[in-house]
């Protein structure tokens, strides 16, 4: 019953912030590493962020030094802050926790950046 349920995605004006939540259930997140993916429409699927169960984090270019994950232990959730936002940030943003050959996906939350 393994599940990463995303939240926190909505409309924001260029130079917002919004953040965006994960919550894990059947898994313990801290024991795999969590990425932030994202899909544009007609664009492939991208990387955008990673934290390791050691807490090593890494960014995409595009969005270094505006985007920053977190995770809270405790609630067992793994954040995206994403400050600065741009029109060209606008997808479907998605949660995914691998360990191993072990992968698990949300099923995306929508983030559309327009004036």
């Known amino acids: 019953q393994v599940q990463l349920v995303e939240s926190g995605g909505g409309l924001v004006q260029p130079g917002g912030s919004l953040r965006l939540s994960c919550a894990a259930s059947?898994?313990?997140?801290?024991?795999?590493?969590m990425n932030w993916y994202r899909q544009a429409p007609g664009k492939q699927r991208e990387l955008v962020a990673t934290?390791?169960?050691?807490?090593?984090?890494t960014y995409v270019d595009s969005v270094k030094g505006r985007f920053f994950v977190s995770g809270d232990s405790a609630r067992n959730t793994v954040y995206l802050q994403m400050n600065g936002l741009k029109p060209e940030d606008t997808a479907v943003y998605f949660c995914n926790a691998n360990r191993g050959f072990i992968s698990y996906w949300g099923q995306g939350t929508q983030v559309t950046v327009s004036s």
């Open positions: 059947g898994i313990i997140f801290s024991n795999y590493v």
């Open positions: 934290v390791t169960s050691g807490g090593t984090k």
